[in-house]
């Protein structure tokens, strides 16, 4: 079965840190790997996505994330967070054949304080 | 381009009651989902459709709840009757087949009193 663990259930960082929320993901088939982000009273939005090839993957806002296929993680990092990133991020894998079934994991709240 | 949309965005029902929302993807996408998303938590699909064939509603509380996509475009998901802990958003959202990415609609938010 596959799953998708973040440990972090609130990340709280200054304005203009930097950042990283981690998740880690388990499966016994290939997967794609992909970031949401979820702003208050709204849906989700696609921040990046891994499909393949080059292992870091830059998305939208200045996020990055980087694909670790031996420790089965693909972290999100950001240089320098503002306050309008204050928001629920949410890691997800999809199986790459089969049932294409989507997993998200519980996500992380990050808080950016001024 | 539209995105996914959904309506109602907000409904508040009394227990027993029933409760429908509606779901319009975006064009061209034969993939619909609807998700559920509690509090605090990440979304659980309730069922997959590939235009009008739903291949995954495992996941699916057929006592109370159903779906349909009766033309492969438009869907409905109703609760029958709504229960307290069906609180929740339900979110729907659509791609471009099976192995792309998902794109999310903003969500109907439904509290049951």
């Known amino acids: 079965a596959q799953s998708v663990t973040q440990l972090d259930s609130q990340v709280p960082v200054f304005e203009e840190a930097p950042v990283e929320l981690r998740c880690n993901y388990s499966?016994?088939?290939?997967?794609?790997l992909f970031w949401y982000v979820q702003y208050p009273n709204q849906g989700l939005q696609l921040l990046l996505k891994?499909?393949?090839?080059?292992?870091l993957v830059k998305g939208i806002n200045g996020f990055e994330a980087e694909f670790n296929k031996s420790q089965t993680s693909f972290h999100l990092r950001k240089p320098s967070v503002h306050i309008s990133d204050t928001a629920e991020y949410f890691c997800?894998?999809?199986?790459?054949?089969?049932?294409?079934?989507?997993?998200f994991g519980t996500g992380t709240r990050l808080k950016v304080l001024a | 381009e539209a995105g996914v949309v959904q309506s109602p965005r907000y409904k508040i029902i009394e227990k027993k009651q029933p409760v429908a929302f509606w779901c319009n993807p975006i064009?061209?996408?034969?993939?619909l989902y609807w998700y559920l998303q509690n509090l605090g938590q990440g979304p659980e699909l309730l069922i997959r459709?590939?235009?009008?064939?739903?291949?995954?509603d495992s996941q699916l509380p057929k006592d109370r709840f159903s779906a349909e996509r009766l033309k492969g475009v438009d869907s409905t998901l109703k609760i029958q009757p709504a229960e307290l802990g069906d609180s929740a958003v339900y979110l729907c959202?659509?791609?471009?087949?099976?192995?792309?990415?998902?794109?999310f609609g903003e969500g109907s938010w439904l509290t049951v009193v």
């Open positions: 459709y590939e235009n009008e064939e739903a291949v995954d």
């Open positions: 499966s016994s088939v290939s997967v794609y």
């Open positions: 997800a894998v999809q199986l790459s054949s089969g049932t294409y079934k989507y997993i």
């Open positions: 064009s061209g996408h034969n993939t």
């Open positions: 891994y499909l393949s090839g080059s292992t």
């Open positions: 959202a659509s791609s471009s087949g099976s192995g792309n990415t998902i794109y």
